[in-house]
């Protein structure tokens, strides 16, 4: 009988009530982990991990841990706040609830009538994976439909690849990986980004399987693994398709699955025909010999797991990239059997059902693309873009190229931003509603990580006067005219977003009791060999475009991987590194002329950032890495260099195609500025 604690645990401690909460964490995170909260005298003193979570095992991330610091942190907005005089240059002064409700109101409506309801733009993206938070959508779907963002920051190349080779992006089970033998890690970085995934990669080593790490950059993860491949940045379709050559010269393919399963192998063929295994082996910066051994290795160790990151889907051709790799398990026949496979993430939410956000009452549709949101809103006419109204996004410090967002914002008449901090994108707000976070809550966390279902129960009431999302909307709603359509409680809600689930086998009551398995996701996609594609049939890539950008003046290639100490730019001021860090290798750093622990201008064609350079061995050539999230109004923000490429397949921003040089500046940086350099 598992564990729950739907009930809550109650227990007299002296005077104090003490309680224990299951809840689910729902920031955009692999792990989506599974939460057992303290609660005393209605403040959470710790939160602990659920043990009866499958995959995320009874503990948490540093991150979490430390999350009741967000919630109670001084720097949390706990009232709404408009500008002086409706300008970005006013003081931020508190107002009430009912005249920022008002004011919201007022300016959709006036901006309807004058401009149409396009005027509007809703930018929503993943800060929250709570199921309840497709209900804004529904929202604005009701008001007639407003221009929203389409495209890709995250996994859109790899979407888009992996549905052209399968017909979806379906990751085995996590617990599935166990079954392996080997596992190729492949542009991931799991001890920093998805820490559950390590025991079960520990796991397989301990079963006398072997896990390969393949990164341009000597990550922490390598020391989780029994060989690092260090290949050349971006150059992963070429060193796929080398194994490839290699795996067909000496005959390991799987010809009944090939026969059978497949389409476009003649094609896909020639397409390997055309490079030679030398040129492939130079572009990758892989030798001959060790992508034989590898290609064998591959190929006869049944079954092999590949896992695949983020690192490899920020270029232009990711989406070929994904599909290079996959082409590997089709031609060894690692599809659907158990320990194979090609894994990044779950399509989940496509589970919900979808009519909650009432689409078909938009009469109006008109979408930005998420990668060039400063270019799209300059460009937008007829109507152009007046206001915006943000939830669950910091869009000037993660859009490629946020200068010109921010160029873009300024010219707007009118930004909400919903959130808790005063992020970069506050900079830019004219009204911020303050929101809770998961501990404030009731929702559902479906995850982009793995298959349990997770209850998120309130812990707490709402600190200060934050309020949820669904609130928000529902007061604003009741201001036009559609409230009755936005009314309900959360579980009603989520009683109907859920359907699909609930019509299988488990009941809302039991997912917001602790976790469960969600009962329609497979543990192993394409088990019966059907894929949702034209043919039918897993379909190889035939074509690659790979010409990698290059530039006299921009040497390096600008790579951005995300920070174990902190998610995307969820941090506190006081959390904030003081300076912002780059990592280079000892080679191009030479070349630049840049010491170790020296200050120095990193530069690309779009902006300048002043950064402390560290000097490091374990970063591949010509690469300059920095993580994600840092505030650009504390001197950070990698994407004040990003530039707003977008990538062939799946409107994903690409913004690894981004060239930068190293300047040095005279000054070292001092002791106290020092930052600890990431493992
Ligand atoms: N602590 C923490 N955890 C997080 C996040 C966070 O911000 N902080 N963010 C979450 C989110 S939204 C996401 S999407 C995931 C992403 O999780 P990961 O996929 O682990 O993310 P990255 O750090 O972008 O990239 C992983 C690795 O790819 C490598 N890489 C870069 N370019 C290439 C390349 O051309 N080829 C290959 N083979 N490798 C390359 C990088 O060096 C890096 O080590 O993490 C989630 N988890
Ligand atoms: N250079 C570079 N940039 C990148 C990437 C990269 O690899 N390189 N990776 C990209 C990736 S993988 C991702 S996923 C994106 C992430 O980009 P964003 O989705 O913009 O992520 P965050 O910066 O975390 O901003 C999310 C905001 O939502 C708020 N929030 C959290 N929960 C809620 C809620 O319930 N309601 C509301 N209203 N707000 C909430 C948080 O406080 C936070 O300020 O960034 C991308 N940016
Ligand atoms: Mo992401």
């Not at 397989?204 to 290949?231: F, K, N, W, Y």
């Not at 937008?380 to 914002?409: D, K, W, Y």
């Not at 404030?440 to 934050?466: A, C, F, K, R, T």
């Given at each position: ?152 920051l ?216 998420e990668p060039t949101l400063g270019r799209?809103l ?15 996004g910091n869009p000037i410090n993660q859009s490629p190229n946020s200068m010109l967002v921010a160029q873009a914002f300024r ?12 992020t970069d994108t506050?900079d830019y ?129 600008f790579?951005t ?8 730019s ?10 912002p ?23 690309s064609a779009v902006g300048v950032l ?16 920095m993580?994600v999230g840092t505030w650009i109004k504390r001197g950070g923000g990698a994407n004040v260099l990003t530039e707003d ?8 921003a690409?913004y690894?195609?981004t ?21």
């Amino acid at each position: 009988m598992p564990q729950r604690y739907a009930a809550s645990l109650h227990c007299r401690v002296g005077t104090l009530m003490a309680e224990k909460i299951y809840t689910s964490c729902t920031l955009d995170c692999p792990d989506g982990c599974g939460i057992v909260a303290e609660v005393e005298n209605g403040r959470v003193t710790r939160l602990e991990g659920h043990r009866e979570h499958e995959f995320t095992r009874g503990y948490l991330c540093a991150k979490t841990y430390r999350f009741p610091n967000r919630l109670y942190s001084e720097e949390r907005i706990l009232h709404p706040m408009k500008r002086e005089g409706g300008r970005l240059d006013g003081a931020w002064q508190r107002i009430s609830w009912d005249e920022a409700l008002d004011l919201a109101a007022a300016r959709i409506r006036e901006g309807i009538d004058a401009d149409g309801p396009l005027s509007i733009m809703h930018y929503q993206r993943t800060g929250s994976w709570g199921a309840t938070k497709k209900l804004n959508h529904r929202f604005w779907n009701l008001m007639g439909g407003v221009t929203t963002n389409s495209g890709s920051l995250c996994s859109g190349a790899a979407r888009a690849g992996q549905t052209l080779d399968f017909g979806t992006r379906a990751g085995h089970d996590p617990m599935d990986m166990l079954n392996s033998r080997l596992v190729l890690l492949w542009g991931r970085n799991p001890m920093a980004t998805n820490l559950h995934m390590v025991p079960l990669l520990k796991e397989v080593r301990s079963r006398g399987g072997r896990v390969i790490l393949i990164d341009p950059v000597r990550s922490e993860s390598a020391t989780i693994c029994d060989e690092h491949v260090q290949t050349r940045v971006a150059s992963d379709a070429e060193f796929a398709m080398a194994l490839a050559k290699v795996i067909l010269e000496e005959g390991l393919e799987d010809r009944g699955f090939l026969k059978d399963h497949t389409h476009g192998f003649a094609e896909y063929r020639a397409l390997l025909d055309s490079r030679t295994l030398a040129e492939l082996s130079e572009a990758c910066d892989i030798g001959e010999d060790d992508i034989r051994r590898l290609a064998r290795e591959y190929a006869t160790s049944k079954p092999a797991s590949i896992l695949l990151g983020w690192g490899l889907n920020k270029y232009k051709h990711s989406a070929e990239v994904f599909r290079c790799v996959d082409a590997l398990a089709a031609l060894t026949g690692q599809i659907g059997i158990a320990g194979g496979g090609v894994s990044h993430g779950f399509n989940s939410q496509r589970l919900f059902d979808k009519l909650v956000e009432a689409p078909g009452r938009a009469t109006h549709h008109r979408s930005i693309p998420e990668p060039t949101l400063g270019r799209g809103l300059l460009e937008a006419n007829e109507p152009p873009v007046r206001m915006m109204f943000i939830t669950g996004g910091n869009p000037i410090n993660q859009s490629p190229n946020s200068m010109l967002v921010a160029q873009a914002f300024r010219a707007l008449d009118f930004t909400v931003l919903v959130d808790s901090f005063m992020t970069d994108t506050a900079d830019y707000a004219h009204l911020f509603l303050p929101t809770t976070t998961f501990l404030e809550e009731e929702d559902v966390l479906v995850s982009w990580g793995h298959n349990i279902l997770g209850g998120v129960n309130p812990v707490i009431e709402p600190v200060g006067e934050s309020r949820s999302d669904l609130w928000i909307f529902q007061r604003l709603a009741e201001r036009l005219g559609i409230g009755a359509e936005m009314a309900g409680t959360p579980r009603e809600w989520l009683a109907r977003i859920l359907t699909p689930m609930t019509h299988n086998g488990v009941t809302l009551e039991e997912v917001m009791e602790g976790p469960v398995r969600c009962p329609i996701a497979p543990m192993i996609p394409f088990a019966d060999k059907v894929f949702p594609t034209a043919s039918g049939r897993y379909e190889f890539i035939t074509r690659l475009d790979h010409r990698p950008r290059r530039d006299e003046d921009f040497p390096l290639t600008f790579v951005t991987n995300f920070s174990k100490r902190w998610l995307l730019s969820q941090m506190t001021e006081a959390e904030h590194p003081k300076s912002p860090q780059v990592r280079v290798d000892p080679g191009s750093a030479a070349l630049a002329g840049v010491r170790d622990g020296q200050r120095a201008r990193l530069r690309s064609a779009v902006g300048v950032l002043e950064v402390e350079v560290k000097v490091d061995g374990r970063i591949g050539p010509g690469i300059v890495l920095m993580p994600v999230g840092t505030w650009i109004k504390r001197g950070g923000g990698a994407n004040v260099l990003t530039e707003d490429v977008v990538s062939n397949f799946g409107l994903m921003a690409a913004y690894g195609e981004t060239r930068v040089r190293l300047e040095p500046l005279p000054e070292a940086v001092t002791n106290e500025a020092r930052e600890p350099a990431e493992a």
